[in-house]
Each structure stands twice: as structure tokens, then as C-alpha cells.
């Protein structure tokens, strides 16, 4: 019997969506608030069969069998589910993060308290138990400044606006990992920065 994934931080676990109606039925109220809509547009996720289609082998399960890591649920010690926190490898050599959480548990700190605990399990070594990688990215609109400001709060350094393919060549502010090398070319970031 394998024992489930879960990180832990001081007041929140992490773990995966399971294809359940409690986490389909959550994915539906997250990504329909406003806020959401807001930030990421509209998924088209607005019942729970969408969401257990997504949930089994859409993009929350194919990011997992492709890559053995996307996008998590975020809840509290007492299982209060409040959000989800994604890492997401696509064309880069290096994962990006993101984060939705609902809007009545915004600034309380969880995003951050959520994102260095991935940021850590994402660089720690795989003999370690984490992913490996050199780092991670947050990628963002340039006008999106509470993502910017989250972004630095986990220690990210910025590197400039970047009219990335991965977001159908719209300028993005990137942001990275201090650890990794300035030029992002390494992690195959190819387009040229724009601001």
C-alpha cells in the first residue's frame, strides 16, 4: 500500500485532487469565483463531472502522468479545503507556480506559507524525496501586482517581461529562482525580453 502525498507546513497540508465529489465539487466554487475568473479566465469547469474529467484525465491528470507533479489542494490542519497550488513543467526545464486560493482566504499568508513549502519539496534533491529541479519560475501578467508582490515574498528574483509561447506570446513577468542562472536561455526560455 502506497502512503498518499501530503507536504506540511505550520498550518496547511498538500495533496493531491482525488477523483472524488468533495475535491470535483471544490475545483467547481475555486475556479467560478470571481477572483479566479478574474486572474485565469473562464475554465468552461462549472460542474462536478467536468471537474472529475479533469480530475481523472484532463489537465490536473495529465500534468501528473506526464510530469508525477501539477496542481495540488491546498487545506487547512483541520482539512478545510481553500485552495490549490500547481507545479506545472511544460516546455521549460524548469517548473513554474502558481496559486488560487478562495477569495475569504486571501491575505492570511497561505499562498506564501503554500508556495515555500512547494518551492522547497520542488528543489529539494530526488534522493531527498523532492523533484530536483534548480529551481522554479512564477509566471505573470506584468499588470497583475499582487502576483508580483507574492512572487517576491517567496524569495523569487525578477527578470524582465517576456512575450512567452507557453501564453500564446503575451508579455509575462518572469520570475525565478535566485539560484538559477541569469540567463534563462539555459531553461529554455528563447524568446527575447521585451522590457
Do not use: C, W
Not at 522554479?136 to 528574483?157: I, P
Amino acid at each position: 500500500m502506497t502512503t498518499p502525498f501530503r507536504l506540511e507546513s505550520s498550518r496547511l497540508y498538500i495533496h493531491r485532487f482525488e477523483p472524488t465529489t468533495e475535491h470535483a465539487d471544490f475545483l467547481v466554487k475555486l475556479y467560478n469565483t470571481p477572483l479566479f475568473i478574474a486572474g485565469e479566465g473562464d475554465t468552461g469547469i462549472n460542474t462536478t463531472e467536468k471537474a472529475l474529467r479533469q480530475i481523472k484525465d484532463g489537465f490536473i491528470g495529465k500534468a501528473f502522468a506526464k510530469n508525477g507533479h501539477g496542481p495540488y489542494l491546498i487545506s487547512l490542519n483541520d482539512r478545510t479545503l481553500i485552495g490549490s497550488v500547481t507545479i506545472m513543467r511544460g516546455d521549460y526545464l524548469a517548473p513554474d507556480i502558481g496559486f488560487a486560493l478562495l477569495p475569504e482566504y486571501t491575505k492570511q499568508g497561505y499562498a506564501k506559507e503554500a508556495g515555500l513549502r512547494l518551492i522547497e519539496y520542488a528543489t529539494q534533491s530526488k534522493e531527498e524525496g523532492g523533484l530536483g529541479y534548480p529551481g522554479v519560475f512564477v509566471f505573470t501578467s506584468n499588470k497583475n501586482e499582487k502576483a508580483k508582490k507574492l512572487s517576491e515574498s517567496l524569495g523569487l528574483e525578477y527578470r524582465g517581461v517576456y512575450p512567452l509561447q507557453a501564453f500564446g506570446g503575451h508579455p509575462s513577468a518572469v520570475y525565478a529562482s535566485k539560484s538559477m542562472v541569469e540567463d534563462l536561455k539555459v531553461y529554455g526560455i528563447t524568446e527575447e525580453k521585451s522590457e
